[in-house]
C-alpha cells in the first residue's frame, strides 16, 4: 500500500467560507464552502476548476446531531456525532467508518473494521496558516468521503475552539468607546 498526504488549510481564524485543499506537493486540488453553526450548515467540495463533487450537510441539530454525507448528490453515508469524556467518537453509516480522536487536539484517527482509511493531524504550514494533515494509507482511497469526513470533524474542532475563546473571555466581542 501507498500513503498519500493531504492538507486542508484553514484560511481565516474561523474555518469560514473558503479552505483549500493541498496535496503533499502543496498543490491545490479541491475547495471546500461553506460551515456549520447555530442553525443547520453545510459543506461543499468543489474541485479546483468549481466543478461539484459533494457536501455534507447538517440534518439534526439537537443532543447527538447527524451529518448527511453526500457524493454528486447521491447520499454516501451519515455521520454520528457521539462524545465521549476525553475523545470523540464517530460512527459514519452506509461506509461503515469509526472515527475516534480528539476535538481538543484535532487529531483523529478513522477506520473500517481494522483497516485504518485515514489519520488526520493538526499542522501550522511555512506561511503560518494553521490546518490539518490527512494521511490515507492506501493512495486508491476514494478521496469525496475522505475529504468531507475530515473537513467535517476539523470544524467541530474550530467550533470547539471557538466556545472556549468566548468562555474564558466573554468580553473579547464587546465594542469599546
Not at 484560511?11 to 461553506?34: A, C, E, H, K
Not at 475523545?87 to 487536539?105: D, E, K, M, R, V
Not at 482509511?117 to 490515507?136: A, E, S
Request: hydrophobic letters at 40%; a positive charge.
Amino acid at each position: 500500500m501507498i500513503m498519500a498526504i493531504y492538507y486542508l488549510l484553514n484560511q481565516n481564524p474561523n474555518g469560514v467560507n473558503s479552505q483549500f485543499i493541498f496535496d503533499q506537493n502543496y498543490q491545490s486540488i479541491m475547495i471546500l464552502t461553506g460551515q456549520f453553526g447555530f442553525s443547520q450548515g453545510s459543506l461543499n467540495l468543489l474541485s479546483i476548476n468549481g466543478d461539484y463533487l459533494g457536501r455534507v450537510i447538517q440534518i439534526k441539530q439537537k443532543f447527538s446531531p447527524i451529518y448527511q454525507l453526500e457524493k454528486e448528490h447521491q447520499p454516501i453515508g451519515q455521520m454520528h456525532k457521539l462524545t465521549g469524556v476525553w475523545h470523540q467518537f464517530t460512527f459514519i453509516s452506509q461506509l461503515n467508518w469509526a472515527t475516534i480522536g480528539s476535538i481538543a487536539t484535532n487529531s483523529y484517527q478513522t477506520a473500517h473494521g481494522v483497516h485504518n482509511i485515514f489519520t488526520v493531524q493538526p499542522i501550522i504550514n511555512k506561511k503560518g496558516l494553521d490546518g490539518i494533515m490527512i494521511t490515507l494509507e492506501d493512495e486508491q482511497q476514494d478521496l469525496v468521503p475522505v475529504f468531507l469526513v475530515a473537513a467535517t470533524l476539523n470544524q467541530w474542532s474550530l467550533i470547539a475552539q471557538r466556545k472556549n475563546r468566548l468562555k474564558f473571555n466573554r468580553f473579547n466581542m464587546m465594542a469599546t468607546n
